[in-house]
């Protein structure tokens, strides 16, 4: 049974799959080989997702989500949703347990959700290309990600009805993919900037097929979007000042600056100077109509934003120093994502690590094609890959005075597991309050929280005298669990970090169901239209075949009768297209099946 392997992104989503022993990229419906990760309902009810969803986007703007990926796992007052808030024309609203959710046609989702969809758009595209269902999947995500963000993706792939096999950190998909059957030993550097998110992770990978990442960090709020901001409020501000209108205060010109930055930006890559022109970005109001037209050029644009790819380096600095190297060390660097495309990021890159970036990867497909890799891998289906990753935040615990104890520190390679002694500091305790944390500050209040729990019962005895052992376990998708054991009792307790992806099991099983229901109806449309497209290249083929035999049998009156029957075949087949009835189009199919072969025996006979 095939594994595929898909590339979550936060613009674009890529599925691949092994075939015949190598990694191959799926190209979707319309021909592309990445699908937009933008889902849409339409006004009448419709879900609409990849290239369709993002052409309706300037018409829809309230209810087309694009860049989900931002706020996966994340607390609705967190910094980056406010801030993600400013910009998007989307609706986005606090959820029961303080999460996030967008509100489509007055129908709130949560952002698991919004990614399930976007998942079983991918596994249809795969479908569609291998001609079976699929059910398992290995998934990749920022090497960044923080454990709510992992957990939300898990329960994505829960919605989705899909069995994910493997939850893989993005660069180290890159890896993967870069040093398979490449029968090299070297020190890679994997700069991956994308839509949304930076990862940097510096792997070895060896001859026998081994890839150790030594370290891996990054910031899981850097990335294209971050730069296409830049030009929308370059926009805002020029047009503000000269028109004195906030443009801010309408989503459809928001939605059309959106596009319009981001389309100015990728033009920037090959251009020197690029034109932005939204003819009545203001339709009415006091001044009457207004259009915008700005020029920009590379320089301008790389001014605005040389503060956010010197960020990067910086996390390139930290990655390096983290696997213990320096920069004469690294033996080759893949630029992964998008936003490596960019000029400006290429030519610092390349400055930084003092060598040309690697060629032979494709930016935006190498990590879909990793992950294809590691699903075959896990299948049994070729070799093991010998793989150790790391962890890219530190965990531990809050103790008095606001201090994080770190328990498993950041580059700490997974799967782990790491007990530690906790004794009680007042005689007499009966529970010990443990409080999990996540990240880098030395101060706890500055670190995310991931659980608190209780371990109760424990003997009244003097302080220090009773004690609980807590393991901190991340497992190979990188998903952080805590069990604590009374060492007097032997009474073990597992915790769940569950607490706040933001759903529970009941919610994720009715989010499944729903789900599960869109991909029959999904699988359903898709059938349909290959039937169509089977009809209509059959018409054309057997139009066409019927003057070739007109002419080659022109007096035989046999002939004549079966050509006419073919043509009155390819005419009825038309109509019912023109109908779209699904049930006689079957009919005509086959019906346009008897007719070709037998027209051909016409021309092949009058060919002899
Ligand atoms: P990914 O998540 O890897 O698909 O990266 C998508 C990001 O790359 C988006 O922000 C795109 O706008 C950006 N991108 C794609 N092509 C280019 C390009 N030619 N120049 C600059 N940025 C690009």
Same mark, same amino acid.
């Given at each position: 049974?095939?594994?595929?392997?898909?590339?979550?992104?936060?613009?674009?989503?890529?599925?691949?799959?092994?075939?015949?022993?190598? @990694?191959?990229?799926?190209?979707?419906?319309?021909?592309?080989?990445?699908?937009?990760?933008?889902?849409?309902?339409?006004?009448?009810?419709?879900?609409?997702?990849?290239?369709?969803?993002?052409?309706?986007?300037?018409?829809?703007?309230?209810?087309?989500?694009?860049?989900?990926?931002?706020?996966?796992?994340?607390?609705?007052?967190?910094?980056?949703? &406010?801030?993600?808030? &400013?910009?998007?024309?989307? &609706?986005?609203?606090?959820? @029961?347990?303080?999460?996030?959710?967008?509100?489509?046609?007055?129908?709130?989702?949560?952002?698991?959700?919004?990614?399930?969809? !976007?998942?079983?758009?991918?596994?249809?595209?795969?479908?569609?290309?291998?001609?079976?269902?699929?059910?398992?999947?290995?998934?990749?995500?920022?090497?960044?990600?923080?454990?709510?963000?992992?957990?939300?993706?898990?329960?994505?792939?829960?919605?989705?009805?899909? &069995?994910?096999?493997?939850?893989?950190?993005?660069?180290?998909?890159?890896?993967?993919?870069?040093?398979?059957?490449?029968?090299?030993?070297?020190?890679?550097?994997?700069?991956?900037?994308?839509?949304?998110?930076?990862?940097?992770?510096?792997?070895?990978?060896?001859?026998?097929?081994?890839?150790?990442?030594?370290?891996?960090?990054?910031?899981?709020?850097?990335?294209?979007?971050?730069?296409?901001?830049?030009?929308?409020?370059?926009?805002?501000?020029?047009?503000?000042?000269?028109?004195?209108?906030?443009?801010?205060?309408?989503?459809?010109?928001?939605?059309?600056?959106?596009?319009?930055?981001?389309?100015?930006?990728?033009?920037?890559?090959?251009?020197?100077?690029?034109?932005?022109?939204?003819?009545?970005?203001?339709?009415?109001?006091?001044?009457?109509?207004?259009?915008?037209?700005?020029?920009?050029?590379?320089?301008?644009?790389?001014?605005?934003?040389?503060?956010?790819?010197?960020?990067?380096? *910086?996390?390139?600095?930290?990655?390096?120093?983290?696997?213990?190297?320096? *920069?004469?060390?690294?033996?080759?660097?893949?630029?992964?994502?998008?936003?490596?495309?960019?000029?400006?990021?290429?030519?610092?890159?390349?400055?930084?690590?003092?060598?040309?970036?690697?060629?032979?990867?494709?930016?935006?497909?190498?990590?879909?094609?990793?992950?294809?890799?590691?699903?075959?891998?896990?299948?049994?289906?070729?070799?093991?890959?010998?793989?150790?990753?790391?962890?890219?935040?530190?965990?531990?615990?809050?103790?008095?005075?606001?201090?994080?104890?770190?328990?498993? @520190?950041?580059?700490?390679?997974?799967?782990?597991?790491?007990?530690?002694?906790?004794?009680?500091?007042?005689?007499?305790?009966?529970?010990?309050?443990?409080?999990?944390?996540?990240?880098?500050?030395?101060?706890?209040?500055?670190?995310?929280?991931?659980?608190?729990?209780?371990?109760?019962?424990?003997?009244?005895?003097?302080?220090?005298?009773?004690?609980?052992?807590?393991?901190?376990?991340?497992?190979?998708?990188?998903?952080?669990?805590?069990?604590?054991?009374?060492?007097?009792?032997?009474?073990?307790?597992?915790?769940?970090?569950?607490?706040?992806?933001?759903?529970?099991?009941?919610?994720?099983?009715?989010?499944?169901?729903?789900?599960?229901?869109?991909?029959?109806?999904?699988?359903?449309?898709?059938?349909?239209?290959?039937?169509?497209?089977?009809?209509?290249?059959?018409?054309?083929?057997?139009?066409?075949?019927?003057?070739?035999?007109?002419?080659?049998?022109?007096?035989?009156?046999?002939?004549?009768?079966?050509?006419?029957?073919?043509?009155?075949?390819?005419?009825?087949?038309?109509?019912? !297209?023109?109908?779209?009835?699904?049930?006689?189009?079957?009919?005509?199919?086959?019906?346009?099946?008897?007719?070709?072969?037998?027209?051909?025996?016409?021309?092949?006979?009058?060919?002899?």
């Amino acid at each position: 049974m095939t594994v595929i392997g898909i590339d979550l992104g936060t613009t674009n989503s890529c599925v691949a799959v092994l075939e015949d022993g190598s @990694p191959k990229v799926i190209a979707n419906r319309v021909g592309y080989k990445t699908t937009p990760s933008v889902v849409a309902v339409t006004a009448n009810g419709k879900r609409v997702v990849g290239q369709i969803a993002s052409r309706q986007a300037i018409t829809n703007p309230e209810h087309t989500i694009h860049a989900a990926k931002r706020l996966i796992g994340r607390k609705f007052d967190d910094e980056a949703v &406010q801030s993600t808030m &400013q910009h998007v024309s989307y &609706q986005i609203a606090p959820g @029961p347990y303080g999460d996030v959710r967008v509100v489509l046609r007055g129908k709130q989702y949560s952002i698991p959700e919004i990614s399930a969809i !976007l998942l079983q758009e991918m596994r249809v595209v795969a479908e569609e290309h291998l001609g079976h269902e699929v059910e398992r999947a290995v998934v990749t995500v920022p090497a960044y990600f923080n454990d709510n963000q992992r957990q939300a993706v898990r329960d994505a792939g829960l919605i989705a009805g899909l &069995q994910v096999l493997r939850i893989i950190n993005e660069p180290t998909a890159a890896a993967i993919a870069y040093g398979f059957h490449r029968n090299t030993d070297k020190v890679i550097a994997v700069y991956d900037m994308g839509g949304g998110t930076f990862d940097v992770s510096i792997v070895k990978v060896t001859r026998n097929g081994t890839f150790s990442v030594l370290s891996t960090t990054g910031d899981s709020f850097l990335g294209g979007e971050d730069f296409d901001e830049r030009i929308m409020a370059w926009l805002i501000r020029g047009f503000e000042v000269q028109r004195k209108v906030d443009l801010r205060r309408s989503p459809i010109a928001l939605q059309r600056l959106k596009q319009a930055a981001q389309k100015a930006k990728c033009e920037l890559s090959t251009l020197d100077r690029t034109e932005i022109r939204l003819p009545f970005i203001v339709s009415s109001g006091p001044t009457g109509p207004l259009n915008m037209h700005y020029a920009i050029t590379r320089p301008q644009f790389e001014k605005l934003t040389a503060d956010l790819v010197k960020r990067s380096l *910086v996390i390139c600095q930290k990655a390096i120093a983290a696997a213990k190297l320096t *920069v004469d060390d690294v033996d080759e660097v893949i630029l992964v994502g998008g936003m490596t495309r960019m000029p400006a990021v290429q030519a610092q890159v390349e400055d930084f690590f003092k060598r040309k970036p690697c060629k032979g990867v494709h930016p935006d497909e190498v990590v879909a094609l990793g992950a294809a890799i590691q699903g075959s891998a896990l299948a049994d289906e070729i070799e093991a890959i010998d793989l150790e990753d790391v962890t890219a935040h530190s965990l531990g615990i809050a103790t008095a005075g606001d201090h994080f104890d770190v328990i498993i @520190p950041a580059n700490t390679g997974v799967p782990v597991r790491v007990p530690s002694l906790f004794t009680t500091h007042r005689d007499n305790q009966d529970a010990l309050k443990i409080v999990v944390l996540q990240g880098e500050s030395e101060k706890a209040s500055e670190n995310t929280l991931l659980q608190d729990f209780f371990v109760r019962g424990l003997r009244e005895a003097k302080a220090g005298e009773v004690e609980v052992e807590v393991a901190f376990t991340i497992d190979d998708d990188g998903i952080f669990s805590v069990s604590a054991k009374d060492l007097e009792t032997g009474e073990e307790t597992r915790i769940e970090v569950n607490a706040d992806s933001g759903l529970d099991a009941e919610e994720i099983q009715q989010m499944a169901d729903e789900s599960s229901a869109f991909l029959e109806e999904r699988r359903a449309e898709e059938a349909a239209e290959r039937l169509r497209q089977g009809v209509e290249a059959l018409v054309a083929e057997v139009e066409r075949l019927s003057e070739q035999a007109e002419e080659v049998a022109a007096d035989d009156p046999m002939a004549a009768l079966t050509i006419s029957h073919a043509e009155n075949a390819a005419a009825q087949a038309k109509r019912a !297209l023109e109908e779209n009835s699904r049930s006689s189009l079957a009919e005509h199919l086959v019906m346009l099946e008897d007719a070709k072969a037998m027209i051909e025996k016409i021309v092949h006979r009058g060919a002899n």
